[in-house]
């Protein structure tokens, strides 16, 4: 037979399962306050990408256009340089100096001497061309790069997705080109700290551990309402809602829980020693007798 002692003791382990969950709760709402940075971070993500990778391509492609059109101008002079030697290999002064104009150069009548000339002269061509090549590899190299940081900044829909090794991969990589090519947009921003996984984890098991000692207790009608909010806990954990759900759920769980507990204080005569019963013929009332038990307190 169930006594009002075991109701009592029921109901006051309801109250210390709820006390304890509602402080999970609260600790894993401050935890995930901990990425609130992150958070603002990511939200400018897209402002990100439009002021400094974007930019950046469109910087690159002018660029390997620029040296493209420079080293296709070296190319012609050293062809040039070919046709001033061989004019000057038939004796004619006059063609390769008319060829050579454009270098701002006066060929030495001698011969030798303007085989020198022109030698110099495609060694700084040359060594132009070869500065030009290794610029344009840097570029391209630079674009694999700013185009392989865009793909990651949009990869991840949501804060949690974001894989911090690589997002942080790419934003040293993309300040280092930065720096290195003199590209002029702003630096990105490291990503800041967030909250410690394993932190969250950990408080999701204990809320489910919790949970399960909450529905393993006899059911009590009174306790409906926070048993609701409860449910939509164990949803939030397993969707794992940021610190907002969680502060909300514990406000919700402290009103309902202490409404059920002032339900239950000022439901038994055991608590509120006023017990209805028989006072004369046919007549019943309320009689004030000695509590047996005290108020179970909120929480």
């Avoid at 304890?20 to 709402?29: F, T």
């Avoid at 009103?255 to 000022?266: A, L, P, Q, T």
């Avoid at 209805?276 to 007798?289: A, F, K, M, P």
Wanted: glycine share 4%; charged share 30%; net charge positive.
């Amino acid at each position: 037979m169930t006594t009002f002692s075991d109701i009592y003791a029921n109901a006051r382990g309801y109250r210390d399962d709820f006390l304890k969950l509602n402080n999970l709760v609260q600790q894993l709402s401050s935890e995930k306050a901990k990425g609130d940075p992150l958070v603002s971070w990511f939200r400018l993500r897209d402002r990100r990408v439009n002021e400094v990778l974007e930019p950046m391509q469109i910087e690159l492609r002018n660029r390997i256009k620029k040296l493209e059109r420079e080293m296709n101008e070296d190319e012609a002079n050293i062809e040039l340089l070919n046709k001033a030697r061989n004019a000057i290999a038939n004796d004619n002064m006059e063609l390769a100096n008319r060829i050579t104009r454009d270098f701002d150069v006066e060929i030495a009548k001698n011969s030798d001497e303007a085989y020198v000339q022109l030698g110099s002269l495609q060694k700084v061509i040359e060594k132009r061309k070869i500065i030009c090549s290794d610029d344009i590899l840097r570029c391209k190299e630079c674009m694999k790069d700013t185009r392989r940081a865009k793909t990651t900044f949009l990869s991840a829909r949501r804060t949690k997705e974001i894989d911090r090794a690589s997002f942080s991969v790419a934003i040293r990589s993309i300040n280092d080109w930065r720096s290195s090519l003199d590209i002029d947009v702003p630096e990105l921003k490291e990503l800041p700290e967030s909250y410690d996984v394993a932190n969250v984890s950990s408080l999701h098991e204990q809320i489910r551990a919790t949970v399960g000692n909450i529905d393993s207790r006899y059911k009590m009608k009174i306790f409906a309402s926070p048993i609701r909010t409860v449910r939509t806990i164990i949803h939030d954990v397993g969707n794992d809602r940021g610190k907002k759900a969680f502060a909300n759920r514990s406000n919700e769980l402290l009103s309902n829980v202490n409404e059920s507990i002032d339900i239950f204080n000022k439901k038994y005569w055991q608590i509120t020693g006023s017990r209805w019963e028989r006072i004369g013929t046919n007549q019943h009332g309320y009689r004030l007798v000695p509590p047996t038990h005290t108020e179970i307190p909120k929480i």
